[in-house]
């Protein structure tokens, strides 16, 4: 006991590293998930020609959407997954707004057997703030 009073900082030390070290191990989700930046998606789509899942309402997929995204609102996608089923083998980047939704669809897609998916940390507001272009309609 007295080694750990004498010794807090190092302690502490060692178990903040501890953390840092597994911090990118937290990037899966309980499903194993993978969630990438809006640098890793441009990157996904340009070297891997990524699917991209925008699975907002239709009105907000109007308000400004990725280029060629393919809207499929979350409430909905079950439903639909046979409209994607050419993609099921190929990387899928889902998005939705803020992250959260992108997430559940990942999970849903994963539980389908697709096998490449990926949700847009962030969302589109994500993908905004680093200056990337959206288009509406």
């Known amino acids: ?8 900082l190092l302690i502490g030390l060692v178990l903040g590293s501890g953390i840092m070290l597994l911090l990118p191990s937290f990037k899966r989700g309980a499903a194993g998930v993978a969630s990438v930046s809006a640098a ?15 699975v907002r309402a239709e009105s907000e997929y109007v308000a400004g959407h990725i280029l060629n995204a393919k809207n499929i609102p979350l409430d909905v996608l079950n439903d639909r ?3 994607i089923k050419k993609y099921q083998n190929k990387p899928i980047l ?3 707004q803020r992250g959260v939704r992108s997430v559940k669809a990942c999970e849903i897609l994963r539980k389908a057997e697709f096998t490449q998916v990926s949700s847009l940390h962030g969302g589109l507001d994500a993908w905004v703030g680093a200056k990337l272009p959206v288009v509406r309609g």
Do not use: T
């Open 1 to 8: 006991m007295e080694f750990f009073k004498q010794n807090v």
């Open 40 to 54: 890793e998606a441009v990157a996904l789509i340009n070297r891997s020609n990524a699917f991209v899942l925008d």
């Open 81 to 83: 997954l046979q409209e």
């Open 94 to 96: 889902v998005n939705c």
